[in-house]
């Protein structure tokens, strides 16, 4: 996905004569912009959504929000951190592929773990849990 | 002086010393910077995790519902955003080479980060006069944890942007400041896209129960 304008793009290559395989960094007006509104657009609906009371579904909203949050995520990268597949030649991507995949492990292994340690402890009401030392 | 070159110099032309391929100083720093933030991206995900197992551990306190200011924590969001598309404006001026305009943007970008620190030492000083600071709940120590931490990042950076704004100021835009720009605003880009986790996951999540 290129989000630069080919007149900026030439202005600025014929400024420093070199800008292959080097676009980390770099955006338009029009990117900044893009990324900005979409960024308002995606943060404005979560916080529509709870402060409001606009859904009657618990697990509903909070679907809507972890997904949006997720959109607003790539939109960050993509319009704010410019990643793309190309630039230090992948090894950007490389790394935040791995990067996702560590992130992924450590949530789901810790989520995953504690709650069958949770459900495995013995049941305790909230006076005893008040009344602990 | 090898026979390679000397048959060069007799050629008349300039010796290889150099690979004749392009090369790009800051292309190995914004790699290795991009490295460090993906190492800090797993810092803020063990905190996320801690936070996703203990933030439902309220140990007979109050609950997200009972603390959270979500009208405070929507203009504190919109403070980061803001902060973002106006260092964007600096780079977009750094690269016009208008020393004033990235000075100006990079102040305005500055002081939308000191709005946003503030609002949340409000945020904590608040919860700590209602008794519900880190030592209360489970839940409320996995918060400041991951919040503050944030915030210790965010600091950081607005830290960093003064000593950047005085670098340019006294060098201008030379390639080494260039460069140093682009790490801030990586820094910078990085730190709003934790904060989405941060408002979706604690706040919101929180506040819906």
Known sequence: MSTHAPSHEDA?????????????????????????????????I????????????????????????????????????HMNTRSEGGWTMMALIFTILLVAIALSGSLWVMHHLNTNMMPMSPEMMKNMP | MTE??????????????????EHHPEGSTMLGFWLYLMSDCLIFAVLFATHAVLGR??????????????????VNTSMLLFSSITYGFAMLAMERYEKKATL?????????????????????????????????????????????????????????????????????????NKRRLMCLSMFWHFLDVVWIGVFSFVYLMGVLG
């Open chain 1, 12 to 44: 600025f290559e014929a400024h420093h004569g070199h800008s292959h395989g080097h676009d980390a960094g770099h955006g338009t007006l029009k990117s900044y912009a893009t990324g900005f509104v979409l960024s308002v657009i995606l943060t404005a």
């Open chain 1, 46 to 81: 979560p916080f529509w959504l709870v402060m409001a009371d606009v859904l009657d579904s618990a697990v509903l909203t909070a679907a809507i929000i972890m997904a949006l949050g997720a959109v607003q995520i790539v939109v960050h990268m993509i319009f704010f951190l």
């Open chain 2, 4 to 21: 390679f070159h000397q048959r060069a110099l007799d050629k008349g032309q300039a010796p290889a010393f150099y690979l004749t391929e």
């Open chain 2, 57 to 74: 551990n309220y140990a007979a306190g109050p609950s997200p519902a009972d603390l959270f200011d979500l009208p405070l924590v929507a």
């Open chain 2, 104 to 176: 100006a943007w990079m102040a305005v970008t500055a002081l939308f980060g000191i709005a946003f620190v503030g609002l949340e030492l409000y945020e904590f000083a608040h919860l700590l006069h209602e008794g519900a600071g880190p030592q209360r709940s489970a839940f409320l120590s996995s918060f400041f944890t991951l919040v503050g931490t944030h915030g210790l990042h965010v600091t950081a950076g607005i830290v960093w942007m003064f000593v950047l704004m005085a670098q340019v100021a006294k060098r201008g835009l030379i390639p080494e």
